[in-house]
């Protein structure tokens, strides 16, 4: 569809759409539960029940409860505005306003990537439910006298900021299996049925990664983002991801990326587009069109138990 015949309502409806796709399949959605938010900041009550195993029958029966367990976040407010001359929507014949609008669009699923990904960097101090950091030795939910439980370990390798691909393969797997090992309130087995998960890696491991999962299918997306994703046999599938806004140097981050529940959450109390278009003073003095997109929201942290951080040391 050429640019002459692009309206206001054309672009509006080409912004939202994109919207829409460009979160579809995307690690942001796999591992972030979206929630409304309706204030400036939300009191996120995080429940998680005890797992209803099925039992044989003796003595009546016995209710799994719940436990509530609660992160607040507080949301934050972003824009982004895309400026378009009145000339350009009569002369192009390319669609390259529809792919600046789409640009635009995409833009909002990079801004969660960077909020979600600035969560796992901080990790080791961020707080999550419970009060304990999210990234912790010894998790125990704030139960006294529950059992510690870590999702964050360490792996000895010869150098920690260049691993090997064998140290690489070691170090994804360590994390899987102890998502797996997760226990809930009933010492019960949380991750059993899981069967894909995310890695996050520095940029300079991704030629360890690629020796470790051996000529892995490599998936170019939007952004020039490249995930390396391979089957680790039995039914399990793992998806690597070069992050260039990670600070550390020496971890690897492991995810469930097929949870119901999900490692964070993904608030948001609106997302609008706004123009000043035709007939406005804009367009009349200066021939110019300016659509802007305005967004609150925020992420956080989700289950720790759905999550693990890998240090080589």
Known sequence: ?????????????????????????????????????????????????????????????????FWADGITIANRKFEGTLEVLVDELRRDKTGQILL???GLAASSTTLWAQ?????????????????????????????SDAIPQSNLLDLNVTTPTNPTGPE????????????????????????????HFAVFVPMAFVPAVAEALDTPAILR???????????????????VIPNPWLTWTD????????????????????????????GSELEFNEEKHHYGVAASRN???????????????
């Not at 797997?173 to 010492?187: P, S, T, V």
Request: charge should be neutral; charged fraction near 20%.
């Open 100 to 102: 600046r609008t789409r």
């Open 251 to 278: 971890r690897i981050a492991t995810f469930r990326a097929d949870g119901i529940a999900k490692p964070f959450i993904r608030q948001q109390e609106f997302i609008s587009l706004a123009s000043v278009g035709a």
């Open 299 to 313: 992420g956080g942290y989700g289950l720790w138990e759905h999550a693990c951080m890998t240090r080589l040391v």
């Open 221 to 239: 997306r939007a952004g020039g983002v490249v995930d390396i994703v391979a089957s680790l046999g039995g039914g399990y599938t793992v998806r």
């Open 115 to 143: 909020l979600l990904t600035a969560l796992i960097d901080a990790g080791e101090s961020g707080i999550g439910y419970a009060g304990e950091t999210y990234f912790n030795a010894a998790h125990t939910r704030g139960v």
């Open 1 to 65: 569809m050429g640019a002459s015949r692009i309206t206001e309502r054309g672009i509006r409806g080409e912004f939202f759409a994109t919207l829409e796709r460009s979160l579809a399949g995307h690690w942001v959605s796999n591992l972030s539960f979206p929630i409304e938010s309706s204030q400036g900041s939300e009191n996120n009550v995080w429940i998680e029940s005890a797992t209803a195993m099925m039992r044989e029958w003796l003595g009546g029966r016995q209710a799994a409860g």
């Open 168 to 195: 690489m393969l070691e170090a994804i797997n360590k994390g899987i299996a102890a998502i797996m090992d997760f226990r809930d309130y009933e010492l019960e087995p949380l991750n059993l049925d899981a069967r």
